[in-house]
């Protein structure tokens, strides 16, 4: 039996302003051509489908045609678990019809914890596999809150009822199991922060509790699990350093923190209850390029991706020593003319040049807005007479943007 699990596709997710419906169709459409190509058996979602639980009809119109197509494909059956991101009652709607297709959708937990637990057939009908398909548990799913209780109190409760909703559905499934047959495989899936997770900066990933109080210990899934099939986290990885339990991550980058780094499926061939794990390379879709430099760093790059002919969607990051007062034109005058996209300009010396120049009393949070320009003009030896002119241009954007001086304190 071949599985392929997947997660996190983000369905209508913006990057930096800019829609992705077409990169994300061209994924879809090379993951139905790898399930053909590969014979996959079993397609395992692991959650957050959708980028909000409010997608919009395109981003719904690339998810059902995926369905569609896996309905009339040599897939036997595909699992969809519903993450933080997805609407409970959007993806349970067709649920019924779904199932008419072998298409399993569990978006939300329920009191019957038996809709959870899925015994799978092989193409004569005989069972085949065993799934606790696990969706994304809010804290109201689980445990109710008590009048009084610390954060601390809530996040353990919350820990220790996932805990105990895993080990109670594992449970079934074992019962289930050695009802009809000791070697069948048994698959848990689940949309949660495992302890430990690696994750990259701006990649999305919000922490389910303020402070990571639900974080989930990797030692609170069952060991009768042959292989634990996990989304949220868009870092493929195995958890605690166990193959046969991992995040496959996001198939598209979420931030430029990910331009350069592989995405990944995984392919799972199930002899029994052993599970062999084939990373398979998603291909790039659409290029990313951070740049970090000094200006004539940064304009020899673009040039560089100018000649290639790159499409790619840049963020260039200055780090140099000198204060560029156009330094936003030149670099979009850079790219006039080519495919290339400049989506983000970062200036860090602009910050951390005002935060050294903060008394270790203070932070930006105890400095106005005027304030933080002044700290600016003082940092960059501006002189005083352009210090007027500058003064007064900063008055007319703070004014046009509506910012009042009281309530915007410690934003730059």
């Given amino acids: 039996m071949r599985l392929l699990h997947t997660s996190d596709w983000h369905l209508g997710h913006r990057f930096h302003g800019r829609q992705r419906h077409e990169e994300q169709g061209r994924f879809l459409d090379w993951l139905a051509g790898l399930i053909e190509e590969q014979a996959i058996d079993v397609l395992l979602v692991a959650g957050d489908i959708f ?33 933080n991101h997805d609407s409970p009652a959007l993806l349970e709607a067709p649920r019924e019809l779904l199932r008419q297709l072998d298409i399993h959708v569990v978006g939300m937990a329920g009191d019957d914890p038996d809709r959870e637990l899925l015994l799978l057939g092989d193409a004569r009908g ?8 696990v969706p994304y548990l809010r804290d109201r799913d689980v445990r109710q809150a008590v009048a009084g209780e610390t954060l601390e109190d809530k996040g353990r409760q919350q820990r220790e009822a996932v805990r105990v909703h895993y080990q109670n559905l594992c449970l079934m499934a074992e019962e289930r199991r050695r009802a009809i047959d000791a070697d069948l495989p048994l698959v848990a899936m689940g949309h949660l922060f495992v302890a430990g997770g690696r994750t990259v900066e ?8 303020v402070g990571g109080l639900d974080r989930i210990e990797a030692g609170c899934f069952p060991e009768t699990i042959d292989y634990l099939a996990l989304g949220h986290l868009h870092i493929g990885q195995m958890v605690a350093g166990n193959p046969s339990r991992r995040y496959c991550g996001a198939p598209l980058p979420m931030s430029f923190a990910e331009a350069d780094s592989t995405k990944e499926v995984l392919l799972l061939t199930a002899g029994g209850r052993d599970f062999a794990v084939e990373p398979i390379k998603v291909p790039l879709f659409q290029p990313l390029a951070s740049l970090r430099g000094d200006l004539p760093f940064l304009l020899r790059e673009v040039e560089r991706l100018r000649a290639a002919q790159n499409s790619a969607w840049i963020e260039l990051v200055y780090e140099g020593d000198r204060a560029i007062p ?25 910050f951390d040049y005002v935060l050294r ?27 005083e007479a352009q210090r007027q002119v500058l003064r007064a241009a900063f008055a007319e954007i703070v004014d046009a943007l509506g ?10």
């Fill in 126 to 133: 005989a069972p085949e596999l065993l799934v606790c398909a």
């Fill in 326 to 350: 156009d330094l936003r034109e030149q670099l979009l005058a850079a790219v006039e003319g080519s495919e290339l996209a400049v989506l983000r300009i970062r200036n860090n010396r602009i």
């Fill in 51 to 83: 980028d909000t639980t409010t997608p919009g009809s395109r981003a719904q119109a690339l998810y059902y045609r995926l369905l569609h197509r896996l309905a009339a494909s040599s897939c036997r059956h595909v699992v969809i678990i519903g993450g």
């Fill in 403 to 412: 910012t009042e001086e009281g309530g915007s304190e410690g934003q730059p």
């Fill in 202 to 209: 701006g990649d999305g990933v919000r922490d389910l509790a």
């Fill in 357 to 383: 120049q903060t008394q270790d009393i203070e932070s930006l949070d105890d400095l106005s807005v005027s304030e933080v320009f002044e700290r600016c003009l003082q940092t960059n030896n501006i002189e």
